[in-house]
C-alpha cells in the first residue's frame, strides 16, 4: 500500500512536470530557456538600482526605481500634470537629474533633454527642485565629481558649477546636436552630431582639447558610456539591410528609404572595433545602459522610430558576455550574424532612458 501511493505520487509528479514543459513549449519559451533568465534574475538582483520613466496608472509618464531584475519597483514622482524623463543619478548615487515636462507634450528620445524644466532631487526622488526655467540647461548631463553639469546649447557645450549656476566654461559643440553624455573620467563627452556632412555620426570630443572622432558613422543615437570610458554603447541602424518583413522596417531618411531595424552595438571611443551587442527584426532598440560593474547590458526595445515613447517600449537585460544577442525570430539579422546566440534576455517592465547606480537608495536597503 505505502509502495503504491508513492508510485501514485511519483507519476502525478511527473505529469505535472510533462504538463510544465508542454505549457512553455506552447508559450514559445522553451524551458532550458526559463532556467536561464531566471538564473539571470537571480545574478542582478543585489546589483544596485535602476531609475526609469514609465506609464503611471493615471496615464502620464513617471520616474520609477527597481532592482535590475525588475523587483521592488516603486514610483518616485507620481505627478499627473507632467511627464518625468531622462533621470541619471550623480555619481555617487546620491542626487537624481531629470527633465519635468508638460504632460500635454510628445515625447521622443530626439527631444526630451531640451523640453521642460531641468530638475534636481535626492535618488529616492524626495525633495525635487526645479533648477531651471522652461528649456534652460538643456541636455544637462552629470560632470565626473557630480559638482558641475554640462548641458549642450546652440552655442556650445557649457559647463556650469552645480551649486552655484555659475558658467565655468563653454566649448565647441563640433556638431553635436542632442543626447549629451559626459564620460565618467570627465575626459570626454559623446552625443550624435552632424559630422563630415553626414548627420547621426556617434561622435567622442575631448574634454579638454576639443578633438573630435567619429565613433560610427550613419544612422546613430543614444550613446552612452562604459564605466571605462574607454568604449561607448550606442544605437545603429546599419545601411542597406535586407528586408524580409514585407517592407514594414523601411523609414524617410531625407529623399531616400532607409530599410532595416535600429540595432544596439559597442565600440572603443577611437572607432577603431565595433560588434553588435543586440539586435531584432521587428524592434528598434534604444538607450542602452552599461551596468556599474560593466557585465550587463540594459536596453529599450520600441516599434516606432526614433524610440517615441509610447506603449510599445519595453526594457530587457542580457549579459555582455553573452553578445551578440538576437532576439526573436530575426530571419534577416541572423543571416548576418550566424554565430550570434538567443540570450537568455530578462524582459522586464515597460520603460525607457534608463540609469543604473551600485550606491545604495536613500530609504533603500
Not at 508559450?27 to 546589483?47: F, I, R, S, Y
Not at 538600482?49 to 514610483?75: A, C, H, Q
Not at 565655468?168 to 559623446?190: A, E, H, N, T
Not at 562604459?226 to 545603429?236: A, C, G, M, N, V
Amino acid at each position: 500500500m505505502i509502495h503504491h501511493s508513492r508510485t501514485v505520487r511519483l507519476l502525478i509528479s511527473l505529469s505535472l512536470f510533462m504538463g510544465s514543459i508542454a505549457h512553455c513549449w506552447l508559450l514559445g519559451k522553451p524551458p532550458a530557456n526559463d532556467v536561464l533568465v531566471t538564473k539571470l534574475a537571480n545574478e542582478v538582483h543585489n546589483k544596485g538600482w535602476i531609475v526609469y520613466t514609465g506609464p503611471s496608472e493615471k496615464g502620464d509618464w513617471d520616474l520609477f526605481i527597481m532592482r535590475p531584475d525588475g523587483s521592488d519597483k516603486r514610483n518616485l514622482t507620481q505627478t499627473t500634470t507632467y511627464h518625468e524623463i531622462g533621470a541619471r543619478f550623480s555619481p555617487n548615487g546620491k542626487q537624481l537629474l531629470y527633465r519635468r515636462i508638460p504632460r500635454t507634450t510628445k515625447l521622443g528620445l530626439d527631444k526630451c533633454g531640451a523640453h521642460g524644466e531641468l530638475v534636481m532631487a535626492r535618488s529616492d526622488g524626495s525633495e525635487p527642485q526645479v533648477y531651471g526655467k522652461p528649456g534652460e540647461f538643456p541636455w544637462a548631463t552629470w560632470g565626473p565629481d557630480g559638482r558641475q553639469i554640462a548641458c549642450l546649447t546652440k552655442a556650445g557645450i557649457e559647463i556650469f558649477d552645480l551649486a552655484s549656476k555659475k558658467l565655468l566654461r563653454s566649448m565647441d559643440r563640433k556638431g553635436i546636436y542632442q543626447q549629451l553624455v559626459w564620460s565618467p573620467d570627465g575626459k570626454s563627452f559623446c552625443g550624435p552630431a552632424n559630422y563630415y556632412g553626414e548627420m547621426w555620426t556617434v561622435v567622442r570630443l575631448d574634454a579638454e582639447t576639443g578633438a573630435v572622432n567619429p565613433v560610427n558613422k550613419y544612422q546613430n543615437c543614444t550613446a552612452d558610456w562604459f564605466p571605462d570610458s574607454h568604449h561607448l554603447i550606442f544605437s545603429s541602424r546599419p545601411a542597406n539591410q535586407e528586408v524580409l518583413d514585407g517592407g514594414k522596417g523601411a523609414q524617410a531618411v531625407g529623399q531616400k528609404l532607409d530599410y532595416g531595424w535600429t540595432q544596439l552595438w559597442m565600440a572603443d571611443r577611437e572607432g577603431k572595433t565595433r560588434s553588435l551587442v543586440y539586435g531584432e527584426d521587428g524592434r528598434h532598440i534604444y538607450s542602452g545602459e552599461i551596468s556599474p560593474d560593466g557585465k550587463y547590458v540594459l536596453f529599450t526595445r520600441s516599434k516606432p522610430d526614433l524610440g517615441a515613447v509610447n506603449d510599445s517600449v519595453a526594457m530587457s537585460l542580457i549579459r555582455l558576455q553573452d553578445a551578440p544577442v538576437i532576439g526573436g525570430e530575426s530571419k534577416a539579422l541572423r543571416k548576418l550574424h550566424p554565430n550570434a546566440k538567443d540570450g537568455p534576455v530578462l524582459s522586464l517592465p515597460a520603460g525607457c532612458c534608463a540609469h543604473w547606480t551600485a550606491a545604495p537608495i536613500a530609504g533603500k536597503k
